[in-house]
């Protein structure tokens, strides 16, 4: 079966009653500010999702566009922008949208962007706390995408503790902060990728499978272009995470085969209106989150 709607309306409720509340204490609603560095169309259709979800709970939101700019002027302009935006006490929340410019580097970013204000979790002080396992699924800001998968799974009973999960892909966007937190949940998790031995053999093994590289013809060979109904076993778990742009096509590819999986998994996230949909859910409780965070610090 194919879920998320229900997990993510609820979190959706959750953070407007938590909205309606700052803003009685504050007088003001949390602001999330979201930073364009290049001019990808697809972070252009993510940031709007984004705008609209924010309304939908009553947190104010704002775009800045740097995509005008040239290579050359992008890095510092990102630097002077973020440094601004982190003195602002009128903004809550700021998420640079990814993937970046070529010429300005992840590091670059997330070296200068305030931990307290990092809705994405992936500051290194975010993900040095992840790492010590010092934080709360509802309470710290943790990487979105990661953090929506263990919501969904935990939301839906899908079995976690004692399980074997396989986390296609190794990125520290996806793949390594959600094998840290199905770890976390007493799971053994592993993350496998272009130089890992007997990949399908290994999924037919494991009792939840994320999949989640954006590039599946690496990965799958002559197996398939995704991930199928032949390479999981019987009664698994399913998330859909990696897509990426085919730029012949003019279309979206995503890393599972939806029609084959269908009867075989006893959970199984849709490719659009799953993990995406529980990401940007995510994104708004890691607002509260951080307006939260910078209330107590302001009343000490």
Known sequence: MMYAATAVAEIKSKVAQSVERIRKESERSPKLVALLIGDD???????????????????????????????????????????????????????PQMPFDGKVGEELVFSTLSPDKDVDGLTPYS???????????????????????????????????????????????????????????????????????RLIERLREADIVVAASGRPPELFGSSGFRLSGKMVKEGCSVFSVGVRRDPKAEKMLFDIEISTLKGKCAFLTPN?????????????????????????????
Not at 69 to 83: D, I, Q
Not at 129 to 146: A, Q
């Open 127 to 197: 993900l040095g706390k992840l790492v010590r396992r010092e934080y709360t699924l509802e309470g710290s800001l943790l990487p979105c995408t990661p953090k929506g998968v263990v919501l969904l799974a935990r939301h839906y009973g899908v079995p976690i503790a004692g399980s074997d999960v396989a986390i296609v892909g190794r990125s520290v966007l996806v793949g390594e902060p959600v094998r840290k937190l199905f770890q976390d949940l007493n799971a053994t998790s592993t993350c496998y990728h272009t130089g890992s031995k």
């Open 41 to 95: 169309p697809v972070s252009r259709t993510y940031v709007d999702l984004k705008r609209k979800d924010c309304a939908e709970v009553g947190i104010t939101s704002e775009v800045i566009d740097l995509s005008s700019y040239s290579k050359e002027e992008m890095p510092s302009k990102v630097v002077e922008t973020l440094t601004t935006l982190n003195a602002d006490s009128s903004v809550n929340a700021i998420i």
């Open 272 to 300: 659009t209106g799953g993990v995406g949909a529980m990401t940007r859910a995510c994104l708004l409780q890691n607002t509260v989150i951080a307006t939260e965070i910078q209330m107590r610090k302001n009343a000490d």
